[in-house]
Structure formats: structure tokens, C-alpha cells
Nanobody, 121 residues
């Protein structure tokens, strides 16, 4: 089993920045890919970004250079740096992990509890 714990969410004004963190523990050999999804009220869970153990990255189309995913392999932690935030970025952000290649669907084996990000206009 893998446990994922997110942190770093909060309230920020439009145009501001936040950095989310997700620390993995347990069977970290199953975290080849770590990524982020988000879910706004009344909407489906949406792929944000993911990064593989090999360093490959993939972003959702809406990111458009505003977000950057990174990993600290020694700490088994993935980060999401979010800049130029917009009110439509408001959502619960979930960390996810899977033992193989990046996919943008919700086909991940492990999920965190989520952290709320609220962007005010």
C-alpha cells in the first residue's frame, strides 16, 4: 500500500501562486508515476499534471505553462507549483500515484485525501 498526503492548499487571490506538496509513504516502489488531478463542485475529476520516475512530464491542456510539476525522489514527494491562478482553478486537488506509465485518466492506484484550493477574483 501507498499513502499519499497532500499539503499546501489555501485561499489566494487571482494572479497569485500556490505550491502543493504530496508526500508518499509505504510501498513507494509503486509510485513510478505521481500526478495531480482536481475536482470542482459538480464537475468530473480532471487531470492536471503527472511526472514519471524517469522525469517525463505531461500536463492538462488548460495548464498552458502556468503550472509546473516536480519530484524530490529522495523524499518521495511530488510538487505542483501553480502560478497565475484564476478563479476557475478553484477545486479540490488530489495527488495520485500508479506503478507504471503516465496516463491522463483517473486510472491511478493510490489517491490522497485532497487539498482545497480557492482562488478569489
Amino acid at each position: 500500500q501507498v499513502q499519499l498526503v497532500e499539503s499546501g492548499g489555501g485561499l489566494v487571490q487571482a494572479g497569485g501562486s500556490l505550491r502543493l506538496s504530496c508526500a508518499a509513504s509505504g510501498r513507494t516502489s509503486s509510485t513510478y508515476t505521481m500526478g495531480w488531478f482536481r475536482q470542482a463542485p459538480g464537475k468530473e475529476r480532471e487531470f492536471v499534471a503527472a511526472m514519471s520516475l524517469g522525469g517525463g512530464t505531461y500536463y492538462g491542456d488548460f495548464v498552458k505553462g502556468r503550472f509546473t510539476i516536480s519530484r524530490d525522489y529522495a523524499k518521495n514527494t511530488v510538487y505542483l507549483q501553480m502560478n497565475s491562478l484564476k478563479p476557475e482553478d478553484t477545486a479540490v486537488y488530489y495527488c495520485a500515484a500508479r506503478p507504471s506509465l503516465i496516463v491522463t485518466m483517473t486510472d491511478y492506484d493510490y489517491w490522497g485525501q485532497g487539498t482545497q484550493v480557492t482562488v478569489s477574483s
